[in-house]
């Protein structure tokens, strides 16, 4: 069990561009989430998958922001035409149904 | 719908004075049920977890947590507060195998010299 691992750690880019990000969860582990946390506020929900399955996507999302999960294994977060407000910490998570959620350590966003 | 209410945002104690960190939640299932703490600038950690086996359950670093159906609550405690356990504290719930899991607001722990 190597843990949940995501990449990069740190992303900085110029607003209007486009990132992604990757999530490699526990191999076991048939669902995976991602999250967003802004400074002093708690994880909020984005999306999750069950296997390659997308179940839910947050309404709170916008149309830029797109998660893909091929193959029921790694997932990757894409923004489009990114803005200042999207700066957080992106957060993934990987679990068994009924089982506690295992967290990797995030990438930080930060658009400017 | 299924939801969690952390019942504080913020909660002040003493070092060394017992903690009391309140969680209810609404579910039409018997729901799984965590804490996870944050400390600042750092990941989220797995305080402890309930699973239908018994009813209080023991995490890490003290404290516990007591299921209690008929008032659909899930309060984390703790008899003796450490200056450490500063942090902000999550309560989770999984309502059900097929939902999705949901976190309360959170409730930041402040501990008083």
């Known amino acids: 069990d190597t843990g949940v691992s995501q990449n990069p750690r740190h992303k900085i880019t110029k607003r209007g561009q486009n990132v992604t990000f990757r999530c490699d969860p526990i191999?076991?582990?048939?669902?995976l989430y991602w999250y967003r946390q802004t400074l002093g506020q708690g994880p909020e929900f984005l999306t999750y998958?069950?296997?390659?399955?997308?179940?839910?996507k947050s309404r709170l999302l916008s149309d830029r922001f797109s998660a893909e999960r091929p193959k029921g294994s790694f997932s990757t977060l894409e923004i489009q035409r990114t803005e200042q407000g999207d700066s957080a910490m992106y957060l993934c998570?990987?679990?068994?149904?009924?089982?506690?959620?295992?967290f990797g350590n995030g990438t930080r966003l930060t658009v400017t | 719908a299924q939801s969690v209410t952390q019942l504080d945002s913020h909660v002040s104690v003493s070092e060394g004075t017992p903690v009391l960190l309140r969680c209810n939640y609404s579910?039409?299932?018997?729901?799984?049920l965590f804490w996870y703490v944050q400390h600042p600038n750092k990941g989220l950690q797995l305080l402890l977890k309930?699973?239908?086996?018994?009813?209080l359950v023991k995490g890490i670093n003290g404290f516990e947590a007591e299921f209690k159906k008929s008032e659909t609550s899930f309060h984390l405690t703790k008899p003796s507060a450490h200056m450490s356990d500063a942090a902000e504290y999550f309560c989770?719930?999984?309502?059900?195998?097929?939902?999705?899991?949901?976190f309360g607001k959170g409730t930041r722990l402040h501990i008083l010299p």
């Open positions: 191999s076991e582990h048939n669902r």
């Open positions: 998570a990987s679990s068994s149904p009924g089982s506690p959620l295992h």
């Open positions: 309930y699973t239908s086996a018994a009813t």
């Open positions: 989770v719930v999984s309502p059900h195998r097929d939902d999705k899991i949901i």
């Open positions: 579910s039409s299932y018997s729901p799984s």
């Open positions: 998958f069950q296997n390659e399955a997308q179940l839910e």
